[in-house]
């Protein structure tokens, strides 16, 4: 039996065929002023897949990058504020060696027993300094670590380590505690020395301030080790925002070869569809020109 080809079936087929290079020719469209080749999962199931781990790392990435800069500026604060500290004490240190070495009476004593007075009570601003509500040099109290408790300076602080996550196997403390570096661990707390340096000047105590300098280089120490320790981190958080950068720009090139359209392969790409979709109609219009025969049916 030999099948009969209607005019119906060349209408229908030829349709079809259109319709079917439309989609190709709006895909193509698409595909162009997007700058995606990618846009559902059926485009591309593996690259799909592929970008979307590109895009987890890249999350990733993101939130060790803000750890990063977060924990930069707790050291650089950290370390800002023991700077000034040493300067201070460094300033005690002169004001003891004049002291000791003065014979301007009881006027010039307490000119410099003044000025220690003052430079404890800017020390302890600074040893109870914040950073978005924390205490730097506190752990994880929430009050200020430094206190004059019954008459007997206190670190109400703790030993807790703050700390930043720079990579999965990274991570560092960006904090140094007040215990430390001021001295309470040691049994001398600088607060305390200050006080005791204020009686001795005032008393013109010689043998004492003797001591007493003594006791402001071991303090010294004490800002300078917390110092390096903050320098430590500090370079190792340099290197991992290096490291970051270098990543996230790997990662935002391997992605864009995943998902971005081919500008060049996508020109001709359309122009193809373009053609295609022509001729498709063109055959549709040619399967659509009446005949006699249809007339005289």
Request: proline content about 2%; hydrophobic content about 40%; overall charge negative.
């Amino acid at each position: 039996m030999t099948n009969r080809i209607t005019n119906r079936m060349m209408t229908d087929l030829g349709v079809r065929r259109m319709n079917e290079r439309l989609t190709e020719f709006e895909r193509a469209q698409s595909d162009l002023n997007t700058g995606k080749r990618l846009r559902v999962a059926s485009d591309d199931p593996a690259g799909m897949s592929r970008a979307l781990g590109l895009r987890s790392q890249l999350a990733a990435n993101a939130q060790a990058k803000r750890n990063a800069d977060d924990g930069r500026m707790w050291v650089d604060l950290a370390d800002s504020r023991l700077s000034t500290i040493g300067d201070q004490l460094q300033r005690v240190r002169e004001l003891l060696i004049t002291a000791r070495n003065s014979t301007n009476g009881p006027g010039g004593a307490q000119a410099v027993a003044t000025e220690v007075a003052e430079i404890q009570s800017s020390i302890t601003a600074l040893a109870n300094s914040r950073k978005s509500g924390r205490p730097v040099f506190g752990g994880f109290v929430s009050d200020d670590p430094v206190a004059r408790v019954a008459g007997t300076w206190t670190y109400q602080g703790d030993a807790g380590p703050v700390d930043r996550r720079l990579a999965d196997n990274e991570v560092v403390q960006v904090n140094v505690t007040g215990d430390e570096v001021f001295g309470f661990n040691a049994g001398q707390d600088v607060f305390t020395l200050l006080d005791t340096i204020v009686t001795q000047v005032t008393s013109a105590d010689s043998a004492g301030m003797g001591a007493s300098i003594e006791a402001i280089d071991a303090a010294l120490d004490r800002v300078l080790v917390g110092r390096g320790k903050l320098g430590t981190v500090a370079n190792r958080i340099e290197q991992a925002q290096f490291r970051n950068q270098a990543d996230e720009i790997s990662l935002r090139t391997v992605l864009s070869e995943t998902e971005d359209t081919d500008l060049a392969a996508a020109i001709i790409e359309l122009q193809m569809q373009e053609t295609a979709y022509q001729a498709a109609q063109g055959a549709l219009a040619r399967a659509l020109q009446p005949s006699l025969a249809q007339f005289l049916r």
